[in-house]
């Protein structure tokens, strides 16, 4: 008999099929396999004790504080530990329960239904500013197009292109700068139809911009300001793009002055469904979110988000994150721009752990060998 300990990152489907299990038992043994810790804050100590009964009858547990059987304080914050089994069970269960159970019923059938999103795109960056924080990303006109063509080649699934710097402090621009700035890019990728041979996306919040990248066969409207302005809405839907909604506190100019939150997670997460609902009301059809790495946020703030992308996956969009050679790496370990790139590729692996599906990058090649690392690694 041999007898092995396997990771808790293996793809569970894959090795049950291995062992030639039937398609019913793997479904049901691979809802065994993964467990969830969900933090419920501000829970009614009633549900509390009811859940925690629940919990136990199906072989779960919640944590809960002291004096929570004695009901000593009328709220309470818990941590639910279940697989995935065990949270369908209990979706079902706390329906028929008071004190908030019935909302939290709805929650916990979200999580239960979650999957990791099984096809991953790499979004080149390519900036036609001057003052981008990374200066390999700079290009100008016919550079410009080397570069895309040199992105397409080297696998790049998305070429992003922006004319003004988002980093903190940056210097604000007019519209018509901006436009001056990326239209000789824009002229020369639709008269050499570069769109046939990838997606193009424009990294804007100004109408003026948004229309003429559109018009010169762009596809994604990739939005900082997470579709604040209504003229860019209407843009979209017209010519059926897809949109990036990002969720900043402030703008580039203020967004780093002491960035705060209550409850990080439960913020960010409100926003972008308000701007969902909002782009779904002017008939905007494909949607991808992207909770604002470094956009008004602490250290703290950017790593717990990382840590915890699975909580977007409920809004049931795709999650671009970009973390490519931001500061938040100089902070981990001391690094210049240009020696930021292994940070990059961790913090980048993790977040494909954790639920995103397309990396906004500097360095395609090195991202595209990290992912079909990543991906041999999951089966």
């Known amino acids: 008999?041999?007898?092995?300990?396997?990771?808790?990152?293996?793809?569970?489907?894959?090795?049950?099929?291995?062992?030639g299990v039937d398609g019913g038992g793997i479904s049901i043994l691979a809802s065994?396999?993964?467990?969830?810790?969900?933090?419920?804050?501000?829970?009614h100590v009633g549900g509390a004790n009811i859940l925690k009964q629940d919990a136990l009858s199906?072989?779960?547990?919640?944590?809960?504080?002291?004096?929570?059987?004695?009901?000593?304080?009328?709220?309470?914050?818990?941590?639910?530990?279940?697989?995935?089994?065990?949270?369908?069970?209990?979706?079902?269960?706390?329906?028929?329960?008071?004190?908030?159970?019935?909302?939290?019923?709805?929650?916990l059938g979200e999580f239960s239904k979650l999957t990791m999103p099984k096809n991953?795109?790499?979004?080149?960056?390519?900036?036609?500013?001057?003052?981008?924080?990374?200066?390999?990303?700079?290009?100008?006109?016919?550079?410009?197009?080397?570069?895309?063509?040199?992105?397409?080649?080297?696998?790049?699934?998305?070429?992003?292109?922006?004319?003004?710097?988002?980093?903190?402090?940056?210097?604000?621009?007019?519209?018509?700068?901006?436009?001056q700035r990326v239209s000789p890019i824009l002229e020369l990728i639709k008269k050499n139809k570069l769109f046939e041979k990838v997606k193009f996306s424009i990294d804007s919040y100004e109408p003026i911009v948004i229309k003429k990248a559109l018009e010169s066969g762009f596809s994604i409207v990739n939005d900082i300001t997470g579709l604040a302005n209504d003229a860019v809405c209407e843009l979209c839907a017209k010519y059926k793009a897809t949109v990036v909604i990002m969720h900043m506190q402030g703008t580039p100019q203020t967004m780093q002055i002491n960035p705060s939150y209550t409850n990080i997670l439960t913020e960010v997460y409100s926003f972008l469904e308000e701007r969902i609902k909002k782009a779904q009301a002017f008939g905007i059809e494909d949607i991808v979110i992207d909770v604002g790495i470094g956009f008004g946020k602490r250290l703290e703030d950017n790593l717990f988000l990382i840590k915890n992308l699975e909580h977007f996956m409920t809004l049931d969009k795709p999650m671009l994150v970009g973390v490519s050679r931001k500061s938040m790496i100089d902070k981990i370990s001391t690094s210049s721009v240009e020696d930021r790139l292994a940070g990059t590729l961790a913090l980048h692996l993790e977040a494909l752990r954790n639920g995103a599906s397309i990396l906004r990058v500097h360095d395609v090649p090195e991202h595209i060998q990290a992912l079909r690392v990543f991906k041999a690694l999951s089966l």
Do not use: Y
């Open 1 to 19: 008999m041999i007898v092995e300990k396997l990771s808790s990152e293996i793809d569970i489907k894959t090795q049950l099929k291995a062992l």
């Open 32 to 43: 065994k396999a993964q467990t969830h810790i969900i933090s419920i804050k501000d829970l």
């Open 58 to 107: 199906v072989g779960a547990d919640l944590a809960v504080p002291k004096g929570t059987v004695t009901a000593s304080t009328p709220r309470v914050d818990c941590l639910l530990i279940a697989t995935t089994r065990q949270l369908k069970i209990l979706a079902k269960k706390e329906l028929a329960q008071p004190f908030g159970l019935k909302d939290l019923a709805k929650k």
């Open 120 to 179: 991953i795109e790499i979004m080149g960056i390519i900036n036609a500013n001057d003052d981008s924080f990374f200066s390999g990303s700079r290009f100008k006109d016919l550079d410009a197009i080397a570069m895309i063509e040199k992105m397409i080649a080297e696998g790049a699934d998305i070429i992003d292109i922006g004319g003004v710097s988002s980093r903190p402090n940056a210097v604000k621009v007019s519209a018509q700068e901006e436009l």
